[in-house]
């Protein structure tokens, strides 16, 4: 049988993959002490989410419970899991945020060098208020994103259903890129954050005795890589904008997601999309193909911080 590694949460009673629910005892064997045919080949030592062990199992005949149907396992693992878990990263990313802003503000209001403290010099001001502009603008849009989610009834089905009116797809596809943004994009900021929160500290900011910023750091980089890493995300945003072009426009695609700024940002937003549609971000690698996918890398964030810039607004 081949090694499947997943990540559990203290062994819980049932052990997840793809496509079955695996109990670690044979049913009513319990009191006999009759595992399930499974073993525990390691877990894996990670940089950061240490609370959360990964680990690699190996199945030999186990008896499991199907959650899907058969065939369907990388479907209902990306409808489900992978969407679900990567809302919730972007929500977790803006809890750390948030906490960095805390952390870094407290010390910058307790910490007195050369006469005056860290808050009173511009420069520490200026990334106190930086790191703090990112922990709001990031909460309000992951509130905004789950705020949609909830309001779709349903929507962690794998892929767009064609059998659905055509305004539920399109609101089904503007939930499916805004959380793929949404993991990306706030994960990437998240490490940025915590570095600058990290920096006011200074010597401090790395001792793991003195703050819980380095552990906080360590998460936020494991979330970037896990449930798609941000090269493998932008492709597949790219790919799927692409394949809706018949009937969900490009342009409408941005007025949609960014509804309630001015027309003038969803106008440049949405020439912006159409362009790099058309270029090869995708194709094979030369310097045209590189221009066009930094391009495409430096859109996505800015399009989607345009979209957190609305959350906030809207919440003030």
């Given amino acids: 049988m081949p090694t499947i590694p997943w990540s559990l949460l203290r062994f819980p009673a049932l052990i997840k993959c793809p496509r ?10 319990k009191e006999k002490e009759k595992r399930n045919s499974y073993e525990i080949n390691r877990i894996k030592w990670k940089m950061g989410t240490a609370e959360l062990p990964t680990g690699e199992f190996q199945y030999n005949g186990a008896l499991a419970y199907p959650v899907g149907p058969a065939g369907k396992g990388v479907a209902v693992a990306v409808g489900i899991v992978l969407t679900l878990s990567r809302l919730e990263i972007g929500i977790a990313c803006a809890a750390f945020m948030l906490r960095a802003a805390r952390e870094a503000n407290l010390y910058g209001d307790f910490r007195t060098v050369f006469g005056k403290k860290v808050k009173d010099y511009p420069l520490s001001a200026r990334t106190l208020k930086k790191i703090e502009n990112a922990a709001h603008r990031t909460a309000a849009g992951a509130f905004k994103t789950y ?15 064609v059998d659905q009116p055509l305004e539920r797809r399109k609101q089904l596809f503007n939930l499916r890129e805004i959380v793929l943004l949404q993991k990306i994009c706030a994960t990437n900021e998240g ?55 018949d009937w969900y426009p490009p342009g409408e695609f941005v007025s949609n997601v960014l509804a309630g700024t001015s027309k003038e940002t969803i106008d440049r937003f949405a020439e912006q999309l159409t362009d790099l549609l058309q270029r090869p971000v995708c194709g094979e690698v030369s310097e045209a193909s590189m221009e066009a996918a930094e391009e495409w890398d430096m859109f996505c964030d800015s399009f989607f911080q345009a979209y957190q810039t609305i959350a906030l607004e809207e919440l003030q």
Avoid: K
Avoid at 20 to 29: I, K, Q
Avoid at 148 to 154: A, E, N, P
Avoid at 208 to 218: G, K, N, Q, V
């Fill in 191 to 245: 490490a940025e954050v915590l570095r600058d929160a990290i920096s006011v500290f200074a010597g401090h900011g790395v001792m793991e005795e003195f703050s819980s910023l380095p552990r906080i750091f360590r998460d936020v980089v494991v979330n970037e890589q896990w449930e798609g890493p941000r090269n493998l995300l932008l492709t597949q945003i790219y790919r799927d904008i692409q394949r809706v072009a």
């Fill in 20 to 29: 079955s629910l695996c109990p670690p005892w044979l049913p009513g064997e």
């Fill in 147 to 161: 705020d949609l989610f909830l309001r779709l009834d349903q929507p962690l089905n794998a892929g767009i259903p």
